[in-house]
């Protein structure tokens, strides 16, 4: 506990960690048992199919949306009613569970498509968080304190000069969200899915699953890794070894989830 | 990475070899009750979901504990207006 006290940094982490995966754990939880079988997806893509045909009428005869389930097809379109029936509002109080029936049918249809999407998006938004949180962080530390008009003064200059300075780097958000689609998403697709085979194989039951699985993502890839750091260490006596362990460390699993 | 924000190898090299411990160490203590809840509770098909937002806050944690350094912004910053 003393460590923790020591290192606000680790200690501060599992907090926010456990809150939102047990929020998100319970939302995605919801909806194991539903979408398994065969019949499901058939249905989803009959259903696909109506929707597609009424958001057709919709948008070019300008007909009301008939289909029961409305809210859903439209939530297909990009575009968004202006005229709201209440029948769209009421269907719009129940718009998470639409949202996330929309999500199974993609991800049981074409699964590394619909992650290597969704990868994109959120790998997108992690980048910019990353580039806006420590300009937020920098203006909270700037928080004035006037004591002397002058030099308040001068702060609020120093400020606006902070702001200005920020310039938000584009390239960067795309070439995160690359390789969120391309790399990170399909290469995560295969982890999850080795993991769960390698438990099948094993046998494994009850709480010995996610532990084995942990395990084996957080230390077992890495000790893989390391020993080919290792090998490569062994086998190249070349001038640029550091430059081959820092290109393999910065690649290193342990780091990456 | 180092390369293009204008710092010499070593430099790199130290500031990794710096931070990476207690990075490594801060990674275990948040991403292992993560991944333990996760591949308790979530389905499989979801477990990327879980991981992928977990990941924006930790992303976020890493942003504030490691900001850029100034010369660093300086350099993008010069980049960018020569691109201009």
Not at chain 1, 158 to 180: C, H, I, N, S, W
């Amino acid at each position: 506990m003393s460590y923790f006290l020591k290192h606000p940094k680790i200690a501060a982490a599992p907090m926010g960690a456990f809150a939102l995966t047990s929020a998100s754990s319970i939302l995605m939880g919801r909806h194991t048992s539903q979408q398994t079988s065969k019949k499901a997806t058939q249905t989803a893509s009959r259903y696909l199919n109506s929707c597609a045909q009424e958001l057709y009428k919709y948008k070019i005869h300008n007909v009301p949306l008939q289909n029961q389930n409305q809210f859903q097809c439209r939530f297909l379109s990009s575009e968004t009613s202006k005229q709201a029936t209440p029948a769209a509002k009421e269907a719009s109080a129940k718009s998470s569970s639409g949202f996330v029936a929309w999500y199974e049918i993609h991800l049981q249809a074409r699964p590394i498509a619909t992650k290597a999407v969704t990868g994109s998006i959120l790998w997108g938004l992690g980048d910019i968080v990353a580039q806006i949180v420590p300009s937020m962080m920098e203006n909270d530390d700037e928080a004035p304190t006037p004591i002397d008009t002058a030099q308040s003064q001068e702060h609020e200059t120093q400020l606006v000069a902070k702001k200005t300075d920020f310039e938000y780097d584009y390239p960067r958000t795309a070439r995160a969200m690359f390789f969120g689609f391309a790399i990170h998403a399909p290469l995560s697709h295969m982890h999850f899915n080795f993991l769960e085979w390698m438990t099948i194989k094993g046998s494994f039951s009850g709480l010995s699953i996610p532990i084995f699985k942990t395990v084996m993502e957080q230390v077992g890839y890495c000790m893989v890794w390391f020993g080919l750091v290792w090998f490569v260490q062994f086998v190249s006596a070349s001038r640029n070894l550091k430059l081959v362990n820092l290109f393999l460390l910065t690649l290193s699993p342990c780091l990456a989830p | 990475m180092g390369a293009m924000q204008g710092k010499t190898f070593q430099q790199v090299y130290d500031r990794i070899a710096d931070v990476i411990w207690d990075t490594q160490k801060a990674q275990w203590v948040f991403w292992i009750p993560v991944q333990l809840l996760n591949f308790r509770f979530v389905p499989v098909r979801h477990q990327l979901n879980v991981v992928l937002l977990t990941s924006v806050v930790w992303t976020a944690l890493l942003s504030a504990w490691y900001p850029p350094e100034e010369e660093n912004k300086a350099a993008v910053k010069k980049e960018s207006e020569e691109k201009k």
